[in-house]
């Protein structure tokens, strides 16, 4: 019991020791930050009938209201940006409230494309690119159904929104944020490339140990996408995206 008293007693003393001398240092809060993130995600239309035609049954044996989506094989983004605090010293020494903001966030994820899983036959189509009538099955189909092909995603996006940044002692720094992500998204696959707008949302937490730290965020939105050229055309429907990032930090 004493021993256990003496200990209090200096580790008490430690802390007081501790806090008198970073008390008359400036507290300096890593405000910058460059994130490489690995991206899981699943992309599936609104619509469940998107893409349907008459042979639905025949190429995929799904249901409207059965349709699985896509999960990507494997993803990787990069993201910049910093926190401009809405005051000069964090409240009482611990807390800064700030505004993210992010002008460079680029994201490519890799999917195999099932046309089965994402609502039907969406492998030929009319001179018009009018994929939902399909004259006949394709030759390369897998065991669900639907033709297997490379579709390749790439986002550009900024970020914008607030956050919370804890810093106890002089070396950790935890954040937590919530971001709107205005984006451009494009797809490409089998010689078809189309893109639009995309609205999209991000919140995340991160804990940084000096310059170095790791973090994890959810990210989710839609986007309904125009068919620039080819036949692989996805403009029938709003398509949702969601998943989560996990990170490698760097601050500064």
Known sequence: ??????????????????????????????????????VYEKIKPTDSSFGLGDISDEVGGIANDKVEGLKNNWGISLTRGRSYMLHKKPIARLISIGLDASFFDVTYSNYTFDAA???????????????SETPEIPED??????ENFDFHKMEYSFQIGPSITITPGRDLTIAAYARFAPTFAAYYAESSFGGNYASMFVTGASIAYRKVGFGIEARMGSCKYKCFSGDLDLSGTKIKSSGFRAYLQFRW
Do not use: C, H
């Open 1 to 38: 019991m004493k021993k256990f008293f003496f200990f209090l007693v200096f580790a008490g003393l430690g802390v007081t020791a501790l806090a008198q001398e970073s008390a008359d240092e400036p507290k300096k809060v890593r405000s910058k930050f460059f994130n490489i993130n690995y």
């Open 117 to 131: 899983k994402f609502g039907g036959s969406l492998v030929a189509g009319d001179e018009s690119g009018d994929l």
């Open 141 to 146: 189909v897998s065991e669900e159904g639907g």
